[in-house]
């Protein structure tokens, strides 16, 4: 299935994904300029496949990143999805942007455990063969004497056992009892983009299957101390951004955190969004609706006044 994602939360990214591979992409980087950009962007799209016009490259549906995000970009965004959509004939579905760097995230920190398990089963196997060399003396003349099977049992009851079990740290073991104790449970992170006003809008989630999300806490608006905080007392093993917002965490965890540094520190996987997730997010989560209504940064500063009455003559 051809879905063609749009994602105006930050910079302006248009993809043509079909399936999972990703068949062509255009970004304008300059988060101020998404509705000059996006005719521009799609047509790189399609002259990079070689096609003449959107209806030619047989999209199925349309997917759009609903923010948290500024308000005019999110608009852009959205009603040109909504514009394209109903000129195909297609579906349009509205999909969180802080769930598509959630999934991002996810993918990079269980890649990154699969191999460090990998790597510290190694090293215990690596451990126990050594033992097992050391625990069997040489063989010596004599001994040939006794029988090849009297040799062989008493090797194996010298032998320890292999543990499979690979190493755990002492931030997993912190992780686990900021869980309440249970081990095995899929990896968490913490999400975050700019809410301006020196805030941020966060969120923390774990995988739910290989493609989709679950909230854990959030989304809110606050310091990102707060969100920091929030994090730790939920085991959060990374935390996911922009650059720009990751680049001023390290202020705060010296300055606001230095009593929580016990916990260990979190994996930063600095990103931003990559339209292509959307369709697996949908995919996985078939019975849900993905409604277009956008969540801004937070609401408008200026509010219309409620209509007053006229006193009657």
Same mark, same amino acid.
């Given at each position: 299935?051809?879905?063609?994602?749009?994602?105006?939360?930050?910079?302006?990214?248009?993809?043509?994904?079909?399936?999972?591979?990703?068949?062509?992409?255009?970004?304008?980087?300059?988060?101020?300029?998404?509705? /000059?950009?996006?005719?521009?962007?799609?047509?790189?799209?399609?002259?990079?496949?070689?096609?003449?016009?959107?209806?030619?490259?047989?999209?199925?549906?349309?997917?759009?990143?609903?923010?948290?995000?500024?308000?005019?970009?999110?608009?852009?965004?959205?009603?040109?999805?909504?514009?394209?959509?109903?000129?195909?004939?297609?579906?349009?579905?509205?999909?969180?942007?802080? /769930?598509?760097?959630?999934?991002?995230?996810?993918?990079?920190?269980?890649?990154?455990?699969?191999?460090? /398990?990998?790597?510290?089963?190694?090293?215990?196997?690596?451990?126990?063969?050594?033992?097992?060399?050391?625990?069997?003396?040489?063989?010596?003349?004599?001994?040939?004497?006794?029988?090849?099977?009297?040799?062989?049992?008493?090797?194996?009851?010298?032998?320890?056992?292999?543990?499979?079990?690979?190493?755990?740290?002492?931030?997993?073991?912190?992780?686990?009892?900021?869980?309440?104790?249970?081990?095995?449970?899929?990896?968490?992170?913490?999400?975050?983009?700019?809410?301006?006003?020196?805030?941020?809008?966060?969120?923390?989630? /774990?995988?739910?299957?290989?493609?989709?999300?679950?909230?854990?806490?959030?989304?809110?608006?606050?310091?990102?101390?707060?969100?920091?905080?929030?994090?730790?007392?939920?085991?959060?093993?990374?935390?996911?951004?922009?650059?720009?917002?990751?680049?001023?965490?390290?202020?705060?965890?010296?300055?606001?955190?230095?009593?929580?540094?016990?916990?260990?520190?979190?994996?930063?996987?600095?990103?931003?969004?990559?339209?292509?997730?959307?369709?697996?997010?949908?995919?996985?989560?078939?019975?849900?609706?993905?409604?277009?209504?956008?969540?801004?940064?937070?609401?408008?500063?200026?509010?219309?006044?409620?209509?007053?009455?006229?006193?009657?003559?």
């Amino acid at each position: 299935m051809k879905t063609l994602c749009i994602d105006t939360s930050g910079p302006a990214v248009i993809a043509l994904v079909d399936g999972r591979e990703t068949l062509a992409e255009a970004v304008e980087p300059n988060a101020r300029r998404h509705a /000059e950009s996006l005719g521009l962007l799609l047509s790189e799209t399609l002259e990079a496949l070689d096609l003449s016009d959107l209806p030619s490259a047989g999209v199925d549906r349309v997917c759009v990143g609903v923010g948290p995000g500024p308000f005019t970009g999110l608009r852009a965004g959205i009603v040109f999805a909504s514009t394209l959509g109903r000129g195909l004939g297609v579906p349009v579905l509205g999909i969180g942007s802080l /769930e598509a760097l959630a999934r991002q995230a996810l993918d990079d920190v269980e890649t990154e455990r699969a191999s460090l /398990e990998v790597s510290s089963l190694k090293v215990r196997n690596r451990r126990a063969l050594d033992d097992v060399e050391t625990a069997i003396p040489p063989l010596e003349v004599d001994s040939l004497e006794i029988p090849n099977h009297q040799l062989l049992n008493e090797g194996a009851t010298a032998i320890p056992p292999l543990e499979l079990d690979p190493l755990r740290t002492a931030a997993d073991s912190a992780r686990d009892e900021a869980r309440g104790g249970q081990q095995g449970e899929g990896a968490r992170v913490l999400v975050m983009t700019d809410a301006k006003r020196r805030e941020v809008y966060w969120g923390i989630y /774990e995988a739910k299957g290989a493609d989709d999300v679950r909230t854990v806490s959030g989304p809110n608006v606050g310091p990102v101390a707060d969100a920091l905080m929030v994090a730790i007392d939920e085991g959060v093993d990374a935390v996911a951004g922009p650059q720009e917002i990751l680049a001023s965490l390290q202020t705060v965890l010296e300055e606001d955190l230095r009593e929580v540094r016990g916990f260990g520190e979190m994996a930063l996987v600095p990103q931003d969004v990559n339209p292509a997730v959307f369709p697996r997010i949908v995919d996985a989560c078939a019975e849900d609706e993905f409604p277009l209504t956008p969540l801004y940064l937070r609401r408008p500063d200026i509010h219309g006044q409620p209509v007053q009455e006229m006193p009657a003559d």
